[in-house]
């Protein structure tokens, strides 16, 4: 099988490599860039654990396969962290205790980043379900992922 040359920015550092037609956009990210945080769970797109965001909009990474990448910005959650500050979702996420395992937080994260950075979009508790309803934790109930969410666009809005 052919090589396909694969440019990509990823957590805005340049790639220009050979990827196999074939590879999976986590894989290329988790093995060949040694990002972990990156997490494959179902690898079927269902779990959201593998969610990174491709120019801004979150994607399944498990679903995609590296070649769609090619020429595009992609974000995972090592991103979030800046000089040593860790985002306020991730910091909400601790806060309230919204984990457990920690395995399925990335993909909580990187869903809820491009609506966290659109001033536009405020989330109660109600519309905090909405917006992680696609995405599967199997440590707990949901409650305390629902209010470091609510809690982080609260917080977010007294900034200003």
Same mark, same amino acid.
């Not at 982080?152 to 900034?159: E, I, S, V």
């Given at each position: 099988?052919?090589?396909?040359? %694969? ?19 986590? $894989?290329? %990210?988790?093995?060949?860039?040694? %990002?972990? /945080? &990156?997490?494959? /769970? ?8 593998? &969610?990174?965001?491709? $120019? ?5 990474? @498990? +679903? ?16 979030? *962290? *800046? ?14 205790? =919204?984990?457990? @395992? ?8 990187? +869903?809820?980043?491009?609506? #966290? ?6 989330? $109660? =508790? ?7 309803? /696609?995405?599967?934790?199997?440590? +707990? /109930? #949901? ?8 809690? =982080? ?8």
């Amino acid at each position: 099988m052919n090589a396909f040359h %694969l440019t990509v920015e990823v957590n805005g550092v340049n790639h220009e490599t050979d990827v196999e037609p074939r590879r999976l956009l986590a $894989d290329f %990210l988790r093995d060949d860039l040694h %990002l972990r /945080g &990156t997490r494959v /769970g179902c690898e079927h797109g269902v779990c959201g654990s593998c &969610t990174v965001l491709m $120019d801004g909009q979150p994607v399944r990474s @498990c +679903t995609v396969l590296a070649v769609q990448a090619n020429n595009s910005r992609i974000e995972t959650v090592e991103s979030l *962290q *800046q000089d040593g500050q860790l985002h306020p979702l991730q910091s909400s996420f601790s806060k309230c205790h =919204a984990l457990q @395992c920690g395995f399925c937080t990335s993909g909580f994260l990187m +869903t809820l980043k491009p609506l #966290y950075d659109d001033d536009e979009v405020t989330l $109660d =508790a109600t519309s905090a379900r909405e917006a992680i309803s /696609g995405n599967i934790c199997r440590c +707990t /109930g #949901y409650q305390q992922i629902v209010e470091a969410t609510v809690e =982080a666009f609260n917080c977010r809005a007294h900034d200003d």
